[in-house]
């Protein structure tokens, strides 16, 4: 988010940490599954406020910047190699920052619709169940996990690569198969998605910290 008061285009960017409410929902539905899936205290969102106008060409320096700033280093939550939450200058020594383009122009829900069409969820919000196997090192034990992990699958090609780069398709992704509780679901991803989105960017580059 940019702030009044823009500096310079060659200064540094500097950054501010403004309030968040997290991951809060009226939902008890959602809230009680983030807990069971083990998403509820490891999964935070921070709020960041800069001085500098962002243009794509900046996403090395911006992204540089952000990890050295003292405002992040000191507030943003990440969880350590022994899984608790404390501040990032505490949890990792980041040597290198590559910053990935991360595509966002699908921002309506209904690019999930070919889900229920072609019978991976049903219209209860049910996932259906299939004979248990391995792929990737993760047990399918569903269809949506086929249509996530198994290029084999017969619904695979729902989506296609192009589909699967989108940050919407990331975010179930990681609703599906991420955290640190990673169980089969017998309950419908989709739409906790719809609570993520409310608190998320939608220009973003998906950083990868080394």
Request: glycine share 4%; proline share 4%; charged share 25%.
């Amino acid at each position: 988010k940019l702030r009044q008061g823009m500096a310079a285009d060659d200064s540094k960017f500097e950054f501010l940490a403004l309030p968040s409410d997290g991951l809060q929902s009226k939902s008890k539905e959602t809230t009680e599954l983030f807990r069971k899936w083990g998403l509820e205290d490891r999964m935070k969102i921070a709020t960041f406020t800069y001085n500098r106008h962002f243009q794509s060409y900046l996403k090395d320096s911006f992204v540089k910047d952000f990890f050295q700033s003292p405002v992040v280093n000191s507030t943003l939550q990440v969880v350590s190699s022994s899984g608790q939450q404390c501040p990032l200058s505490l949890a990792a020594d980041i040597n290198r920052v590559l910053v990935e383009e991360v595509p966002c122009s699908v921002l309506n829900m209904e690019f999930f619709d070919r889900l229920y069409s072609a019978g991976v969820v049903r219209q209860s919000g049910s996932i259906v169940k299939c004979l248990d196997e391995v792929c990737s090192d993760f047990l399918i034990s569903d269809e949506l996990r086929k249509v996530l992990l198994d290029e084999e699958s017969d619904n695979y090609a729902i989506f296609n690569e192009v589909d699967r780069e989108e940050f919407l398709f990331r975010v179930l992704k990681h609703l599906v198969l991420g955290g640190p509780v990673n169980q089969v679901r017998p309950v419908n991803q989709v739409r906790p998605v719809k609570l993520l989105l409310k608190h998320l960017p939608i220009n973003v580059s998906f950083l990868k910290t080394v």
